[in-house]
T-cell receptor, first 115, second 112 residues
Framework: GAGVSQSPRYKVAKRGQDVALRCDPI?????LFWYQQALGQGPEFLTY????????KSGLPSDRFFAERPEGSVSTLKIQRTQQEDSAVYLC?????????????FGPGTRLTVL | GNSVTQMEGPVTLSEEAFLTINCTYT??????LFWYVQYPGEGLQLLLK?????DKGSNKGFEATYRKETTSFHLEKGSVQVSDSAVYFC???????????FGTGTRLTIIP
């Protein structure tokens, strides 16, 4: 079946613009994660959903970042009033069960460049 | 807090050479440990994992052993191929938690 998909793959925004990044997880996967990967660094956790519930948003760097998963499937990460330091690759991952230690399946990422 | 430290790259080896990429971690309790790989132009994918002390994860000729006494999870392969060229990430999840903490990644290039 299809893997995790993300759109757009590339996004260029002017500083101050709002952006919305979409993630389509693997069908039926309960858990969904967002990570931010700066150039030359490992991914860093942003937020976690179990179905439609956002159980952990401790990694969101500021209140300009907002994520939702209203029907427990597709998720959107929104960044308001983008800043240059928001430039990064945003990765979405899903896993099949709410029990720990499951493999996370990653999407290809959205590369955001803020000018 | 939790953290992962891995060998800085880039690493360049000749085909059929022996590979070691070092990884050490800091975590409370008993984390699960992972190696993820990112091939050029592709997304992150799980290479191997170990969920308790002394477990050995293995896949595609790669191996890593969960060493609690040295808080390490070094990645090894006896004979690398050009197709192993990629960026390798060591990562952990704390016990009972799914949130991955990654190292900074090691870029591996294998030359024929």
């Amino acid at each position: 079946g299809a893997g995790v998909s993300q759109s757009p793959r590339y996004k260029v925004a002017k500083r101050g613009q709002d952006v919305a990044l979409r993630c389509d997880p693997i069908s039926g996967h309960v858990s969904l994660f967002w990570y931010q990967q700066a150039l030359g660094q490992g991914p860093e956790f942003l937020t976690y959903f179990q179905n439609e519930a956002q159980l952990d948003k401790s990694g969101l760097p500021s209140d300009r970042f907002f994520a939702e998963r209203p029907e427990g499937s597709v998720s959107t990460l929104k960044i308001q009033r983008t800043q240059q330091e928001d430039s990064a690759v945003y990765l979405c991952a899903s896993s099949p069960d709410r029990v720990g230690n499951n493999e996370q399946f990653f999407g290809p990422g959205t590369r955001l460049t803020v000018l | 807090g939790n953290s992962v430290t891995q060998m800085e790259g880039p690493v360049t080896l000749s085909e059929e050479a022996f590979l070691t990429i070092n990884c050490t971690y800091t975590a409370t309790g008993y984390p699960s440990l992972f190696w993820y790989v990112q091939y050029p132009g592709e997304g992150l994918q799980l290479l191997l994992k170990a969920t308790k002390a002394d477990d050995k994860g293995s896949n595609k000729g790669f191996e890593a052993t969960y060493r609690k006494e040295t808080t390490s999870f070094h990645l090894e392969k006896g004979s690398v191929q050009v197709s192993d060229s990629a960026v390798y990430f060591c990562a952990l999840t704390p016990f009972g938690n799914e949130k991955l903490t990654f190292g900074t990644g090691t870029r591996l290039t294998i030359i024929p």
